[in-house]
């Protein structure tokens, strides 16, 4: 399967284009364009309950959408729902988190899981993040810019930034370390520590919401 | 101390690498990632008149005012990664001893250790806008980082230059500088949409920003429910 990330790193778009007999599988809504014989199939991939867990659970759609070329070779646009980079990353055999949201697309033998995240996820972007495993090509994508970072002993990313990690990373929650960080800033982090590789997002769309939140009609008082 | 701007398209972030025992300042939450040996602290740090209580009464005018600071702890580099809320470029400003710059409470996103952060004066009110502007002093000698929603453009003032207060990023301190209003009334600078803006004179430079963050947020806002 050829692709080619189109617009980086701003706006950036996957093309995928796909051989006969070739499937691609997307989150819903992801498809921009298709060019042709495109057989859409949608599905909960794995079964309702995975769709539920799915969705309810680590913020994924419910259905997942098979595209593949029949008869003939077929192009597809796929789209990340926010502006920013989209990281193309192979799996063979091993695993990797994604966190809420950052699931694009990929290739038939990757499959999608989510994992519980503890307690800590209560005050992280949710109590579950996505797994993903196995053979072939996954496609994940971040608000702003999407960095690596090569973490060999411990390294800190504030909540919310966190895009996808390696699971030989462990994390856990922490706050900044003075008394006064406690009381005053509301700033959460996640320590990593082990060795792999995390990717981390320059922007963060609960800030934006947040910045956002005073500029809403106040409610009229009667 | 050595400050990588990340200039990857639209979303620019600046990455500060820290020598042991060296420390930058910035907005409080503007950090989005930094090595495991650089402690954090929040503080009001000469952050204007009255400390916390002071603070305080700052955060309940919508401004945030806390500063965060980030000191390597041992004896190996650290990094820091900071970033904006909005789409749009960060700027290293070089500030010399001579000439300090002035920041919209906004635009401030970090400074070296050689730079004093100054907020005593702020809230310039418009008349019938009731849009508010703070203002924040930087001085002494060092890198300031300043952001942008959208690209920055630069003027170099000789003579005279109107901008809109949404408009402002950051200027050099030696022009002078009065509140102004676009029309020949106040009500006509309300109608035409522009509610204050910036007279400048004198000899200085301006950082421009391409986009107004509160005329984005005007519209954002009606189509969110009631708060």
Same mark, same amino acid.
């Given at each position: 399967?050829?692709?080619?990330?189109?617009?980086?790193?701003?706006?950036?778009?996957?093309?995928?284009?796909?051989?006969?007999?070739?499937?691609?599988?997307?989150? !819903? *809504?992801?498809?921009?364009?298709? /060019?042709?014989?495109?057989?859409?199939?949608?599905?909960? #991939? $794995?079964?309702? +309950? %995975?769709?539920?867990?799915?969705?309810?659970?680590?913020?994924?759609?419910?259905?997942?959408?098979?595209?593949?070329?029949?008869?003939?070779?077929?192009?597809?646009?796929?789209?990340?729902?926010? !502006? *920013?980079?989209?990281?193309?990353? /192979?799996?063979?055999?091993?695993?990797?988190?994604?966190? #809420? $949201?950052?699931? +694009? %697309?990929?290739?038939?033998?990757?499959?999608?899981?989510?994992?519980?995240?503890?307690?800590?996820?209560?005050?992280?972007?949710?109590?579950?993040?996505?797994?993903?495993?196995?053979?072939?090509?996954?496609?994940?994508?971040?608000?702003?810019?999407?960095?690596?970072?090569?973490?060999?002993?411990?390294?800190?990313?504030?909540?919310?930034?966190?895009?996808?990690?390696?699971?030989?990373?462990?994390?856990?929650?922490?706050?900044?370390?003075?008394?006064?960080?406690?009381?005053?800033?509301?700033?959460?982090?996640?320590?990593?520590?082990?060795?792999?590789?995390?990717?981390?997002?320059?922007?963060?769309?609960?800030?934006?919401?947040?910045?956002?939140?005073?500029?809403?009609?106040?409610?009229?008082?009667? | 101390?050595?400050?990588?701007?990340?200039?990857?398209?639209?979303?620019?972030?600046?990455?500060?690498?820290?020598?042991?025992?060296?420390?930058?300042?910035?907005?409080?939450?503007?950090?989005?990632?930094?090595?495991?040996?650089?402690?954090?602290?929040?503080?009001?740090?000469?952050?204007?008149?009255?400390?916390?209580?002071?603070?305080?009464?700052?955060?309940?005018?919508?401004?945030?005012?806390?500063?965060?600071?980030?000191?390597?702890?041992?004896?190996?580099?650290?990094?820091?990664?900071?970033?904006?809320?909005?789409?749009?470029?960060?700027?290293?400003?070089?500030?010399?001893?001579?000439?300090?710059?002035?920041?919209?409470?906004?635009?401030?996103?970090?400074?070296?250790?050689?730079?004093?952060?100054?907020?005593?004066?702020?809230?310039?009110?418009?008349?019938?806008?009731?849009?508010?502007?703070?203002?924040?002093?930087?001085?002494?000698?060092?890198?300031?980082?300043?952001?942008?929603?959208?690209?920055?453009?630069?003027?170099?003032?000789?003579?005279?230059?109107?901008?809109?207060?949404?408009?402002?990023?950051?200027?050099?301190?030696?022009?002078?500088?009065?509140?102004?209003?676009?029309?020949?009334?106040?009500?006509?600078?309300?109608?035409?949409?522009?509610?204050?803006?910036?007279?400048?004179?004198?000899?200085?430079?301006?950082?421009?920003?391409?986009?107004?963050?509160?005329?984005?947020?005007?519209?954002?806002?009606?189509?969110?429910?009631?708060?």
């Amino acid at each position: 399967m050829q692709y080619e990330v189109l617009c980086q790193p701003s706006f950036s778009l996957l093309e995928v284009a796909l051989e006969p007999g070739e499937k691609i599988v997307a989150e !819903a *809504g992801a498809m921009a364009w298709m /060019e042709g014989p495109v057989k859409t199939e949608t599905s909960t #991939r $794995g079964g309702a +309950l %995975a769709g539920l867990k799915r969705a309810v659970l680590s913020g994924e759609s419910f259905f997942q959408n098979t595209y593949s070329a029949e008869g003939g070779p077929a192009k597809l646009g796929l789209a990340p729902g926010s !502006a *920013g980079d989209i990281v193309p990353y /192979e799996l063979q055999g091993n695993e990797l988190f994604l966190e #809420r $949201g950052a699931y +694009l %697309a990929s290739t038939e033998g990757v499959r999608c899981d989510s994992k519980w995240e503890g307690l800590k996820g209560l005050f992280n972007e949710g109590l579950f993040i996505l797994r993903v495993t196995g053979q072939g090509l996954l496609f994940f994508n971040g608000y702003g810019d999407v960095q690596e970072v090569q973490v060999d002993g411990q390294y800190t990313v504030d909540n919310g930034y966190a895009v996808a990690w390696e699971p030989s990373l462990q994390y856990r929650l922490t706050r900044a370390r003075k008394i006064r960080s406690f009381l005053f800033a509301d700033q959460l982090l996640l320590s990593f520590s082990g060795t792999g590789r995390i990717w981390v997002q320059s922007r963060s769309p609960v800030s934006l919401a947040n910045w956002v939140y005073p500029f809403r009609p106040q409610k009229s008082s009667d | 101390m050595n400050v990588e701007i990340l200039e990857r398209g639209a979303f620019s972030s600046a990455l500060v690498h820290l020598e042991p025992g060296e420390e930058f300042t910035s907005e409080s939450g503007a950090m989005y990632r930094a090595s495991a040996n650089v402690d954090i602290d929040v503080t009001t740090r000469s952050f204007g008149k009255g400390g916390v209580l002071g603070g305080l009464k700052r955060m309940l005018a919508k401004e945030s005012f806390f500063l965060s600071t980030y000191r390597v702890n041992d004896a190996s580099p650290g990094e820091v990664a900071l970033a904006p809320v909005h789409v749009g470029s960060v700027r290293q400003i070089d500030v010399v001893p001579d000439t300090p710059w002035i920041c919209t409470g906004g635009s401030y996103l970090g400074s070296g250790p050689g730079l004093r952060i100054d907020t005593e004066f702020q809230g310039l009110k418009g008349l019938f806008t009731g849009e508010s502007i703070s203002f924040v002093k930087v001085s002494g000698s060092g890198p300031l980082l300043a952001s942008a929603f959208g690209r920055i453009i630069e003027h170099d003032v000789e003579g005279e230059l109107v901008v809109d207060t949404g408009h402002v990023v950051a200027f050099t301190e030696g022009l002078d500088y009065s509140i102004s209003k676009v029309g020949a009334s106040w009500i006509q600078s309300w109608l035409a949409g522009e509610g204050i803006v910036l007279r400048f004179s004198g000899l200085g430079k301006i950082l421009v920003q391409s986009h107004n963050p509160s005329e984005f947020g005007g519209l954002l806002g009606p189509q969110l429910p009631e708060r």
